[in-house]
Nanobody, 115 residues
Framework: QVQLVESGGGLVQAGGSLRLSCAAS????????MHWHRQAPGKQRELVAT???????NYADSVKGRFTIPRDNAKNTVHLQMNSLEPEDTGVYYC?????????WGQGTQVTVSS
């Protein structure tokens, strides 16, 4: 059974940093791309960052230069390092992995950035 568990969310002032973590179990972690999505209040869920099995990364324009998505294959964990946070970054952040076996999401972690 595949399980993704996010942690690290919280309340931070604008300009601050947070590091989210997503721990995966029940899957050969490093063979599939990992994604971070977020959903702001009243808005659709959007893709924020992706890292592939070869460690190629891709970011939404709104977070380029501020967010990074490192992965630790030994710990089956992917992170989202968020710097220079803005109030517009507020939302629930979800990690996701898509494999031939299914499309799996974590439960989400709340990030709130105050101005």
């Amino acid at each position: 059974q595949v399980q993704l568990v996010e942690s690290g969310g919280g309340l931070v002032q604008a300009g601050g940093s947070l590091r989210l973590s997503c721990a995966a179990s029940g899957i050969i972690f490093y063979i599939a791309p990992m994604h971070w999505h977020r959903q702001a209040p009243g808005k659709q869920r959007e893709l924020v960052a992706t890292i592939t099995s070869s460690d190629s990364t891709n970011y939404a324009d709104s977070v380029k230069g501020r967010f990074t998505i490192p992965r630790d294959n030994a710990k089956n964990t992917v992170h989202l390092q968020m710097n220079s946070l803005e109030p517009e970054d507020t939302g629930v952040y979800y990690c996701r992995i898509v494999t031939v076996g299914g499309d799996y999401w974590g439960q989400g972690t709340q990030v709130t950035v105050s101005s």
